[in-house]
């Protein structure tokens, strides 16, 4: 079975923070993605990376920034946390036969 | 931009046979995917079509036709359990970026 794995299923956070939010992925995929999803607004591509080192913004890049050092990894950096990222975080990778999600995780930044 | 449009929201009736349809620009995306999505939970994938025409999976059918830029999600004998959301989704040929639609909150009743 593919699996994607985040690293927390709920944090929380203070704001002003530097949080980061990693996922890990078993199935050898070269695509891999962050999302946040609110009410509302469906889901919104953060970054997107489809190699190692190698990143796109999607289109809320604003306040994150992304690593990807090894294929199976790729991490979610809110380098200040502010109130207004409280949200579901998902990961995603994928290659030619399908796209996969982590079970997400549920951020709130007090 | 490349837009993916499906309904808001659809209602039905336990037992019964629906339809959620999905549209895309032709040019922008190399095949659809579907997943379903439960109320907090990550969204769970259902099928990718990469070819046209209709692919059946149990209770779920999808079918694709790229002329067109059309797919829908064909649920059969619905069971309460099927009220989720249901997303779908486009790799874009171009970027690799993984683009959903709003989704569709469907909700079955007695």
């Known amino acids: 079975d593919v699996k994607v794995t985040q690293s927390s299923r709920y944090l929380v956070k203070r704001t002003g923070e530097k949080v980061f939010l990693e996922c890990v992925q078993d199935?050898?995929?070269?695509?891999m993605f962050w999302y946040r999803q609110d009410p509302g607004l469906g889901l919104r591509l953060i970054y997107f990376s489809y190699d190692v080192k190698m990143k796109e913004k999607g289109d809320i890049p604003e306040g994150y920034s992304v690593s990807r050092e090894k294929k199976e990894r790729f991490s979610l950096i809110l380098e200040s946390a502010s109130t207004n990222q409280t949200s579901m975080y998902l990961c995603a990778s994928s290659n030619r036969a399908g796209a996969f999600f982590g079970q997400g995780t549920r951020l709130t930044v007090v | 931009g490349q837009n993916i449009d499906q309904p808001t929201e659809m209602t039905a009736t336990e037992g019964a046979i629906v339809q959620i349809n999905c549209t895309y620009q032709t040019s922008g995306f190399n095949g659809l995917f579907w997943y379903q999505q439960h109320a907090g939970e990550a969204p769970t994938f259902l099928s990718y079509n990469v070819l046209d025409g209709l692919e059946e999976k149990g209770r779920f059918s999808s079918f694709l036709s790229r002329s067109k830029g059309y797919s829908y999600l064909l649920l059969k004998e619905l069971q309460m359990k099927d009220s989720a959301s249901y997303l779908c989704?486009?790799?874009?040929?171009?970027?690799?970026?993984?683009?959903f639609g709003q989704g569709t909150t469907l909700q079955v009743k007695p």
């Open positions: 199935m050898d995929h070269e695509n």
């Open positions: 989704a486009g790799p874009s040929s171009n970027t690799g970026k993984l683009i």
